[in-house]
């Protein structure tokens, strides 16, 4: 079974820019949830989208969006990029066991997407 | 809100050693509670899960018991090889209030080196 798959591994952007990133989930996993880790704020949650609508959102800036096609695929964007948003974006797919358990379900990483502001 | 607080690192044991990495929660209601490993250039592996109050997860070694009473769930193994050495994460998830939810709030790391 192939596991999370995130595309690009690396990218390099210039402040102002925007970037989307590409998530492909295990099949039949229909959560997917976004992290972001940095070295000072360690991993922190930005959403979570399941059967294509967004159930959880973190505390970050609308800069940060992001999506959920039929096919479970997922997407996220920032919009007018800084220097701070440089961090390892991860991705994460769960099977959703039964009506409101799915916090009990163990969470499949990918092996994330390095984004480097300049 | 939810929080995790996990031991400082980075943490240095020689081969052989026992490990204990503390972590403790605050959260309204039962959470599930989780160990993740992180190796370098990798995402994060769980490790182990526990779901409800005195349920002990184990995996490769290590285990942790989910303390209601302490709110705890620290990580141990009797024995840590090189191949341990990683960055462990303690994490919960708490019942959602509405429809489902699947939202993973994370301690800081801790950094383990096992050396020969």
């Known amino acids: 079974k192939a596991g999370v798959t995130q595309t690009p591994r690396y990218l390099i952007k210039t402040r102002g820019q925007q970037v989307t990133l590409s998530c492909s989930p295990i099949?039949?996993?229909?959560?997917v949830s976004w992290y972001q880790q940095t070295p000072g704020q360690g991993l922190q949650f930005l959403f979570e989208?399941?059967?294509?609508?967004?159930?959880n959102k973190g505390n970050f800036p609308g800069r940060f969006s992001g999506r959920q096609f039929s096919n479970s695929r997922s997407e996220m964007n920032v919009s007018t990029l800084e220097l701070g948003d440089s961090a390892l974006y991860l991705c994460?797919?769960?099977?959703?066991?039964?009506?409101?358990?799915?916090?009990?379900?163990?969470?499949?990483f990918g092996q994330g997407t390095r984004l480097t502001v300049v | 809100g939810d929080s995790v607080t996990q031991m400082e690192g980075p943490v240095t044991l020689s081969e052989e050693a026992f490990l204990t990495i503390n972590c403790t929660y605050t959260a309204t209601g039962y959470p599930s509670l989780f160990w993740y490993v992180q190796y370098p250039g990798e995402g994060l592996q769980l490790l182990l899960k526990?779901?409800?109050?005195?349920d002990k997860g184990s995996n490769k070694g290590f285990e942790a018991t989910y303390r209601k009473e302490t709110t705890s769930f620290h990580l141990e193994k009797g024995s840590v090889q090189v191949s341990d050495s990683a960055v462990y994460f303690c994490a919960l998830s708490s019942p959602p209030r509405g429809g489902g939810g699947n939202k993973l709030t994370f301690g800081t790391g801790t950094q383990l080196k096992v050396e020969l």
């Open positions: 994460a797919s769960s099977f959703q066991p039964g009506q409101g358990a799915g916090y009990k379900a163990e969470a499949f």
């Open positions: 989208y399941f059967s294509e609508t967004q159930r």
């Open positions: 099949s039949g996993h229909r959560s």
């Open positions: 526990a779901t409800k109050a005195d």
